[in-house]
């Protein structure tokens, strides 16, 4: 039997160290392979999906515009139903219109001249009166004695005055005295008529001949000099005051035709004429006062509120269409006229426009058809179908008249 070998070894640790590093890198090395390898393949399958997404986006944009397109050329092909109004001859007038309260300028208070008690009341109110008919009765006993006493007193003197006579011819009675007695006398018939003056006060007779719109006393009442009784109005002519801007100057004239409109008494119309003008603008505000004249008659009462409208202009022959035609947009006005089965966009320039129509400078020509009804569902160039014949101008709903006035 041989004897082993012995191997000194001289560092324990490296001889155990050697064995792990090696089993280090051979684990760690394909791990590091496949890292190295899976990077280029990421970057390939990123770039892939970039171009598959464009490819896809440039699909949905040519195919988005085609369907589009189909669905434009679909509408397009379709007429829009609409109703039209011919563009005719009408008259028109150019007015001014505002408010104002009627007035009645025949008014007057019955006040009383003297003081007492009202033994008697002969009217009330809303009974018509003349002028100079009895509307109450004041005690007048007291005036009635002092009549007697200055008619007492003229009397005396008249007898004094008659005798001084006799004697200044028989020259037993101076001038000087004689012209005393005379005075005297002219100074007690005046007392006498101040006297029956105030008797007559006692009657409370009408100023004017009206309405009694109020009764401000009761029989019994002990009233005072000055107190108010009674408030008289003449309905019978009524007026109604206009403040209007200074630019109408020149358009507004005296003797015009006037129309006025009351909510009570609805759907009527009462004429009337401006009666006079103002001279002078009103520096504050920047108007004139326009007074129009309006009989009585027909309902009108003092204190309504009415809409006025002055007529200062007519054309009997005027080229016309109906508001609701109007497409004012961005402030210029325009209407769709149905031309060859589409309607066209046409530029007008307007005239007057007076209550529900138009009139129409340019733009369009007598016989055009426009558009009245339909008109926020089409544009222009577009196919339109006209229902309901649209052979005359037909008077304008209150529904699209507002919405005319909303534009």
Request: a positive charge; charged letters at 25%; proline letters at 4%.
């Amino acid at each position: 039997m041989s004897p082993t070998p012995i191997r000194s070894v001289s560092n324990p640790t490296a001889a155990v160290r050697t064995p792990r590093r090696g089993f280090a890198l051979a684990v760690l090395a394909p791990a590091l392979l496949a890292l190295v390898l899976a990077v280029p393949a990421c970057k390939r399958s990123e770039a892939a999906a970039s171009k598959s997404a464009s490819t896809s986006s440039a699909q949905t944009d040519a195919s988005g515009p085609a369907d589009k397109g189909g669905k434009d050329g679909k509408k397009e092909d379709t007429a829009v139903p609409v109703e039209v109004a011919k563009v005719a001859r009408h008259p028109v007038a150019a007015s001014y219109s505002g408010t104002a309260t009627l007035e009645a300028p025949g008014e007057a208070q019955v006040v009383s001249k003297t003081s007492g008690i009202v033994l008697d009341i002969q009217t009330e109110e809303g009974q018509r009166v003349r002028q100079g008919q009895v509307l109450a009765r004041i005690d007048s006993e007291h005036q009635r004695l002092q009549v007697a006493q200055a008619s007492a007193a003229v009397r005396k003197l008249e007898a004094n005055y008659e005798r001084s006579q006799k004697m200044v011819a028989a020259k037993l009675v101076s001038t000087e005295a004689n012209d005393q007695i005379r005075f005297d006398l002219e100074s007690a018939r005046a007392s006498l008529n101040i006297a029956q003056l105030e008797l007559s006060y006692t009657t409370i007779t009408a100023p004017i001949s009206g309405v009694v719109a109020q009764r401000m006393v009761k029989q019994g009442n002990l009233i005072q000099l000055n107190a108010p009784l009674f408030r008289i109005v003449d309905d019978s002519r009524l007026e109604a005051v206009l403040n209007v801007p200074e630019r109408e100057l020149a358009t507004i004239r005296s003797g015009l035709a006037v129309t006025l409109a009351v909510d009570a008494v609805a759907g009527k119309q009462f004429a009337g004429t401006i009666d006079r003008i103002s001279p002078v603008v009103d520096a504050g505000s920047g108007t004139f006062r326009v007074v129009c004249r309006f009989s009585g008659e027909g309902g009108l009462k003092p204190g309504m509120f009415g809409r006025l409208a002055v007529v200062y202009d007519k054309r009997t022959d005027a080229l016309t269409i109906p508001r609701v035609a109007l497409l004012e947009d961005e402030g210029e006005p325009a209407a769709y006229v149905v031309r060859d089965g589409k309607a066209m966009r046409v530029s007008l320039k307007l005239g007057y426009v007076d209550g529900e129509i138009a009139e129409v400078k340019s733009g369009l020509k007598e016989g055009d058809s426009v558009v009245t009804a339909g008109k926020v569902a089409i544009r222009d160039g577009a196919k339109v179908q006209v229902i309901g014949g649209g052979g005359s101008m037909s008077v304008p709903t209150d529904a699209e008249a507002n919405a005319v006035a909303k534009h």
